[in-house]
């Protein structure tokens, strides 16, 4: 997260993910093949229907689910076997659908445990917090607020918040307007734009198609584990993803 501009034609991807399949136990595979590449400093936006894989594909990425073929890099780094501490070392950062901050503790020890096995990782420290702080000024001086007490999309902007400690390459975002009323998806949606300006590349996945396609470079679309469609957000509209989706898109 350096504000710098990292993109450009012939830069590593921050993502490069070649046939990556997982699953869960001994059954089938959920992930069957995928194959993706994200510039630096883009959003591309995950979606796709109900149970297609979105969030196994995104738990695969950040190691909660072991990868069974394929590979995952993060600005040029194998992260294809490493613990899911490891890949926030390296750079990628996740912030899951639920249970994304500790809500009995405050912001100030959600912070503090958010960085607490991330020594040794470059531009982690008071500089980060402070560029961080600056992403969302909500919760500047709240330090002493319990998690749980927080709203909906306060929360979120402290899972945020709290990725973003790190100072990842890549942010892993499931489902971020999950739950939220509009007016809080917008605001939800405007802290990934602000996130995606401050220098990192994230990575969407949504259910809000409509939302999610306001605020992304790019999507691509997840059917039945498997990418069927990758476009340039603006040339998509939720309502002709009907057909790839088989269900109607709102
Ligand atoms: N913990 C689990 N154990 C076994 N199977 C699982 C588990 N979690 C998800 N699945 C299966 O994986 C498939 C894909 O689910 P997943 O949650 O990844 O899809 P999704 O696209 O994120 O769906 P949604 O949009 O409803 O969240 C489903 O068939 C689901 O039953």
Known sequence: MTGGNRSGGNSIPALAIEGLRAGYGRGG????GIDLRQDPETILAVIGPNGSGKSSFVKTLAGMLD??????????????????????SAGLAYVPQEANVFPNL???ENFKLATEFLRGRAGVGPEQRERVLSLFPELAGRFRARAG???GGQRQMLAFASALLANPEVLLLD???A???PKIVDQTMEAVLRVREAGVTV???????????RIADEAVVLVAGQLSLRARAADLRAADLGELFF????
Do not use: F, Y
């Not at 595979?29 to 069957?32: A, L």
């Not at 990575?203 to 396609?213: D, K, P, R, W, Y």
């Not at 269900?247 to 709102?250: L, R, T």
């Open 106 to 108: 405050t912001i100030g």
């Open 203 to 213: 990575l969407l996945v949504e259910q809000n198609v409509t939302a999610a396609l």
């Open 67 to 88: 990868v069974r073929a394929g590979s995952v890099r993060v600005t040029g780094h194998d992260v294809t076997h490493e613990a899911p501490a490891r890949r926030v």
């Open 179 to 181: 739950g939220l009323s």
């Open 149 to 151: 007490d927080l709203s």
């Open 175 to 177: 489902e971020p307007s």
């Open 29 to 32: 595979d959920i992930v069957r």
């Open 247 to 250: 269900a109607k898109v709102v």
